[in-house]
């Protein structure tokens, strides 16, 4: 059973470019969960995610991100028009179920800079 | 403001012998406090997870405690192994179903 699975690991984008994560939860988790982590800081919840849907995005900045967790594919963070302040490791998670403290399983994150 | 603080910030033990983390948060209404370990240039990996009630959980040689009326928690290794040199992350769940809240960690280094 393979884990969380994210791609790509590394990311290096201009200015104003597009950086698009993805995220392939863990076989039979339909829960996802986006966080983001700057250097010496600890991880930041951006946006959560079940299938088709967008349950709490208030982690998110308002501008220029957005997420998506379609029917069938993977989860997509995609950041538009990115800024050197977007450096960073974000990292996906999933779980089964959000009755009780169920686990969540991380992925190995995708790091991006931003030149 | 819901907040997890963590101490110390850094760490350095010799292989064999044992450590505590601390971990003090401030989030409420409280649901679950979870502790990870990170290796570099990897996700965070559950160690425990304990719920309101519960007031210690283990798992091998780590085991947590929690006072929820006090609102602190510790993690403690024993015996610690080289594998052990890592980041532990202290989490705070406000609710079932809504977004962690972590702390900034605690770099382990164990040496031999």
């Known amino acids: 059973n393979a884990g969380v699975m994210q791609n790509p690991r590394h990311l290096v984008r201009r200015r104003g470019q597009e950086a698009r994560l993805r995220c392939s939860p863990m076989k039979g988790h339909s829960h996802v969960y986006w966080y983001r982590q700057l250097p010496e800081e600890g991880l930041k919840f951006m946006v959560y995610l079940q299938k088709e849907n967008i349950i709490d995005e208030s982690g998110m900045p308002k501008e220029r991100f957005s997420a998506e967790f379609p029917k069938e594919g993977p989860s997509i963070l995609r950041i538009q028009q990115v800024v050197r302040g977007d450096s960073a490791a974000y990292f996906c998670a999933s779980s089964t179920s959000v009755r009780g403290p169920s686990d969540q399983y991380f992925g190995p994150g995708t790091r991006l800079l931003v030149l | 403001k819901n907040q997890v603080e963590q101490s110390p910030q850094s760490l350095i033990i010799l292989e064999g012998k044992n450590c505590t983390l601390q971990c003090n948060y401030t989030v409420s209404p409280f649901s679950n406090l979870r502790w990870y370990k990170q290796d570099t240039g990897r996700g965070p990996v559950s160690l425990t997870i304990?719920?309101?009630?519960?007031n210690t959980k283990s798992n091998g040689r780590y085991t947590a405690t929690l006072d929820a009326d006090t609102k602190q928690s510790s993690l403690h290794i024993t015996a610690s192994q080289l594998s052990d040199s890592a980041s532990y992350i202290c989490?705070?769940?406000?609710?079932?179903?809504?977004?962690?809240?972590f702390g900034k960690g605690t770099t382990l280094s164990v040496s031999s």
């Open positions: 304990m719920t309101f009630s519960e």
């Open positions: 989490v705070v769940s406000a609710q079932a179903g809504t977004a962690l809240i």
